[in-house]
Structures are given as C-alpha cells and as structure tokens.
T-cell receptor, first 114, second 116 residues
Framework: AQSVTQPDIHITVSEGASLELRCNYS??????LFWYVQSPGQGLQLLLK??????LVQGIKGFEAEFKRSQSSFNLRKPSVHWSDAAEYFC????????????FGSGTRLLVRP | NAGVMQNPRHLVRRRGQEARLRCSPM?????VYWYRQLPEEGLKFMVY????????ESGMPKERFSAEFPKEGPSILRIQQVVRGDSAAYFC??????????????FGEGSRLTVL
C-alpha cells in the first residue's frame, strides 16, 4: 500500500535561515508527489507538485522540492525562511487506484524564530 | 472564480445528535473528496464522489457516516449519533477531472466539528 512518512513532527528555524522538510514515500512505480501548506484554521494550499521530468520542482512562495527515486524522497526546501512561512506542511502521494485520491503524511509543523 | 465552499465553518453538537457538513466544489469541478483531520494528525481520506455516485468510500467508518453528491446542490457529509471521537476538522476537496496527470485537489477551509 502507498504511504507517506514525514519523520519530523516539529521543526524550528530562525528567520532568514534555510529550511528542509523531509518526506519519504512508499510506492513501486513513479509516484505523483505533492507538498501542501496549511496555515492555522485554514485549508490546504498547494505549494508544488511532481509528475515526471525534471526532478527539481519549483513552487510558489520560493519553495522547491527534489525528487530522489533512489532514496524514495521528496524533500521540500527554501533557502531563506520568512516569519510568514510558519505553518503546517503536508507531503502527499497520489493514489494509483481509480480514485486518484491523495494520501497524506502526518505533517511537519514549522516554527520560525524572529 | 469562487473556491471550494464549506459550511458551516464551525459546528457544535451534543453526543447523539446529527451533524451535516456541506461542500460546494469549485465551478466546473465534478469530483469531490472528503478528508478528516483529527487534532495533531494529518488528513485521512474518507470518500470520493462524482455526481450522484460514490466511487470510493474505503475510508468511511462503517457506521453512522454517509456522504452524497446529488445532481443538484452541494455534497453532504452526514454523521449520525455523533460521539466525542468525531470531533475533528472535515475538509472537502474538488477536482475538475479524475486524471493522474494533474492530481491536484483544491481544498476548502474545512468544517470544524466539536462534540460535547
């Protein structure tokens, strides 16, 4: 069965520092991968997605993610974090059954120190 | 172009009452997904519907929960005889088509159910 693991429950970084959020997936074929962000009390907003092609994907708000098949990973990065980036981040993989639903990881909460 | 609209945003029910959560997908979207987010947890898939059809309900609890997406009107998630463990945020997402090449789901802001 497909699954997504986000090993870090919380991460705290200083404003201006770089950020990397980890995501590992379990799936045999080429996965469809997504990163979503959720601000407190809000819905989810898509940051970026990977289907095929270039393994380095650019998203909104200065985020990028790199697909590494050998490591079954799709880590999210940002070179310089802003205080407004504090939120919950979810990695997801697209199910390969007929529903094409998304299977989410448990999320990583990002705290930003001033 | 309005996004996915969910209402109510907040709902309080006593144990044993019924909860009805509504979701209007984005204009032109005919695929609706419901997810549940328990406190401090990720989103868990519940059900996938197209107009007048339940396609995948593998994530729905076997009892008390039901969902529909009628030909006209919003999709409705119904929880009968609520218990405290039903307290959660329920998110609806929609998609214009069932295509793995896009796969993106557009989420509403959620309905937060509190069971007293």
């Amino acid at each position: 069965a497909q699954s997504v693991t986000q090993p870090d429950i919380h991460i705290t970084v200083s404003e201006g520092a770089s950020l990397e959020l980890r995501c590992n997936y379990s799936y045999g074929a080429t996965p469809y991968l997504f990163w979503y962000v959720q601000s407190p009390g809000q819905g989810l907003q898509l940051l970026l997605k990977y289907f095929s092609g270039d393994t380095l994907v650019q998203g909104i708000k200065g985020f990028e993610a790199e697909f590494k098949r050998s490591q079954s990973s799709f880590n999210l990065r940002k070179p310089s974090v802003h205080w407004s980036d504090a939120a919950e981040y979810f990695c997801a993989v697209g199910a390969m059954d007929s529903s094409y639903k998304l299977i989410f990881g448990s999320g990583t909460r990002l705290l930003v120190r001033p | 172009n309005a996004g996915v609209m969910q209402n109510p945003r907040h709902l309080v029910r006593r144990r044993g009452q019924e909860a009805r959560l509504r979701c209007s997908p984005m204009k032109g979207h005919s695929h609706v997904y419901w997810y549940r987010q328990l406190p401090e947890e990720g989103l868990k898939f519940m059900v996938y519907l197209q107009k007048e059809n339940i396609i995948d309900e593998s994530g729905m609890p076997k009892e008390r929960f039901s969902a529909e997406f009628p030909k006209e009107g919003p999709s409705i998630l119904r929880i009968q005889q609520v218990v405290r463990g039903d307290s959660a945020a329920y998110f609806c997402a929609s998609s214009p088509y069932n295509d793995r090449r896009t796969g993106e789901l557009f989420f509403g802001e959620g309905s937060r159910l509190t069971v007293l």
